[in-house]
Nanobody
């Protein structure tokens, strides 16, 4: 098992940048493919980004592609989400998630993920 804790959320203005972190404890972090999802008030959970075990493969949701970058440091058991050129529509609770795999698998579906963090609030407002 792995336990996940997000940090780095806050209030920023449109056009600003913010970096989220997701720290894992427990089982070897590199055993897991990881993902970021978000949920805005009154909306369904939305896929943001996913990264393979070794960090060599990544995919992004269409609304964040070109603005957000996912990365990971397995030596620090931490995944990151660098968010640039932020917009008001990026306002949401952001969650990190993990599923165990022996391959370079990714998933854009929240149903694939087994472990979830508690979420961190990101607010983009002028």
């Amino acid at each position: 098992q792995v336990q996940l804790v997000e940090s780095g959320g806050g209030v920023v203005q449109p056009g600003d940048s913010l970096r989220l972190s997701c720290a894992g404890t427990g089982q070897q972090f590199s055993d897991y493919a990881m993902g970021w999802f978000r949920r805005a008030p009154g909306q369904d959970r939305e896929f943001v980004a996913t990264i393979s075990r070794a960090g060599t493969r990544k995919e992004y949701g269409s609304s964040v592609k070109g603005r957000f970058t996912v990365s990971r440091d397995n030596a620090k058991s931490t995944m990151y989400l660098q968010m640039n050129r932020m917009r008001s529509e990026d306002t949401a609770v952001y969650y990190c998630a993990a599923f165990e795999t022996v391959t370079g698998a990714l998933s854009t579906s929240d149903a694939r993920y087994t472990y979830w963090g508690q979420g961190t609030q990101v607010t983009v407002s002028s």
